[in-house]
């Protein structure tokens, strides 16, 4: 039973100009009414299906624009937001700035970020900790190295990463967890390299992290919270991963990029919350 839903959440990562965002919402405008069963209006209508597309920050406003006019409703998530609200923080954007974009969804701690760009458990939970104060919705990414699962500290690490980046219980953070809090689990080896967890690995990952947020905030909050697998997913194997009960929706990089797998995507999403 998909009680939260199907998110899709498209990650563009590096990817496209301001023209090809442009291209891209016209592809799926246009292709939209025969990509998707009839199955997903309803879905769209009721908040049951939800899509997302993540684009680099330039394209954030071309974006919103297109999405205000396309077929059904897409939400447009920037990749990364500062904890100020302002300041000497050269290279960041802030709350506030998305804000008046119409913006509401922030991308927080994708591994590239922890890899590449030295985000850690601390600057993760300062990010998230802010920016549900400031009203936005937050896609939370964790995951282990191929190294860590290897050596069976997989657990280990999604506790470690969940707790650090998430503010304490006592501290009135249950209040945050009413859906405006999505967690993905990606797994870092399954990150762009075609490896994809399989059905009873993302369920094991979810599941722990569903019993880890219960443990913290309560059944009722961890029940609002919906967990995406993110980690090689493509129309081919969507359909088995939204089938796990503790998966909630992806997140997508490579196959969001074309107009048509994540429409493809978003037809798996639609089936998910048929079936249940
Ligand atoms: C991602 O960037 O979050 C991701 C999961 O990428 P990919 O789907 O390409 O593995």
Known sequence: MKTRGVLIAGNWKMNFTLRETGEFFAKVKGDAAKALPASASSAFA???????VIPPMLSLGRAMEAA????????????????????????????????????SWVLNGHSERRQYFGETDETVRKRTESL????????????ETREEREKGRTTEVLTRQLSGALPEAGKGAAKF?????????EPVWA????????????EEAHATLRKLLTDRFGSEAASHTPLLYGGSVTPENADSLLACPNVDGALVG????????FLALLAAGARACAQS
């Not at 009721?46 to 997302?52: Q, V």
């Not at 490579?254 to 797998?261: M, R, T, Y």
């Open 46 to 52: 009721t908040g049951r299906l939800r899509a997302c």
């Open 254 to 261: 490579g196959a969001s990029l074309k107009p048509e797998s």
């Open 177 to 185: 967890l009413d859906g405006r809090l999505v967690i993905a689990y």
């Open 132 to 143: 549900l104060e400031q009203g936005f919705r937050v896609i939370l990414c964790i995951g």
């Open 68 to 103: 205000r006019e396309a077929a059904f409703p897409i939400a447009v998530a920037a990749q990364n937001a500062h904890w100020e609200k302002k300041g000497a923080f050269t290279g960041e954007l802030s709350g506030p700035m998305l804000q008046e974009l119409g913006i």
């Open 191 to 202: 990150i762009g390299t075609g490896l994809t967890a399989t059905p009873a690995q993302a």
